[in-house]
């Protein structure tokens, strides 16, 4: 099984509607972090987490939100979806020796 | 504020050629440095860091890079490509700081037989 789960992999919804995309790792990492990556524009972080009662934006966090349910749970959320949404959308996590992160495959969502 | 700059979007070389992935970083702080490789319908697979110690590190691969702290750069080398290097190449800098990870915009990397 893969250290960092991300669900769904690929999601096509509609204009206006409130989506969830879920992440679970088994890292046992407090840091997780989500990152929207868009062709020409690399990954820009959407929001962070240090550990379950820390949330903080990044530099995209307009039209995004976030819940921290567990250490290892870490969903984003578009409250109301629009097209300019459309991109790739990667969960990481780190320890806090902050070695690297690691990545989910990626959650690809088209909003029509 | 952090920053990093993967000079070309789109680099192209011959098999066997040797593989040259320029990156620039802005730092105010000793940073941390990293190559992230992206094979097509994939996620980001670490090639290699630098955090502390010795300036050229070697990563998966046969990749290397080496921190130039006077030129701020970390260019990822590989002396011979391979076909199967065909992928996006991500540099990403960070500070013991502020953790989370400042990507570039990436390079794609294509390998011609």
């Known amino acids: 099984d893969a250290d960092v789960t991300q669900t769904p992999r690929n999601r096509i919804t509609k204009t206006g509607k409130r989506i969830m995309l879920e992440c679970s790792q088994t890292?046992?990492?407090?840091?997780m972090y989500w990152y929207r990556q868009d062709p020409g524009l690399g990954l820009r972080l959407i929001y962070y987490?240090?550990?379950?009662?820390?949330?903080n934006k990044g530099e995209i966090s307009d039209g995004y939100s976030v819940s921290r349910q567990a250490q290892a749970k870490f969903s984003l959320s578009l409250e109301s979806a629009i097209p300019n949404q459309t991109a790739l959308y990667f969960c990481?996590?780190?320890?806090?020796?902050?070695?690297?992160?690691?990545f989910g495959q990626g959650t690809r969502l088209t909003v029509v | 504020a952090q920053s990093v700059t993967q000079l070309g979007s789109h680099v192209s070389v011959s098999e066997g050629a040797l593989v040259l992935l320029r990156c620039n970083y802005s730092s105010s702080v000793p940073p941390y440095l990293f190559w992230y490789v992206q094979y097509p319908n994939q996620g980001l697979q670490l090639l290699l860091k630098y955090t502390t110690g010795a300036t050229l590190v070697k990563g998966i691969n046969g990749f290397e890079a080496e921190f130039k702290k006077s030129e701020t750069s970390f260019h990822l080398t590989k002396p011979s490509a391979h076909m199967s290097d065909a992928a996006e190449y991500f540099c990403a800098v960070s500070d013991v700081s502020t953790p989370p990870l400042v990507f570039g915009k990436g390079t794609r990397l294509s390998v011609i037989a």
């Open positions: 890292k046992g990492h407090d840091r």
């Open positions: 987490s240090f550990d379950v009662k820390d949330i």
């Open positions: 990481a996590t780190s320890d806090s020796g902050w070695t690297e992160a690691f």
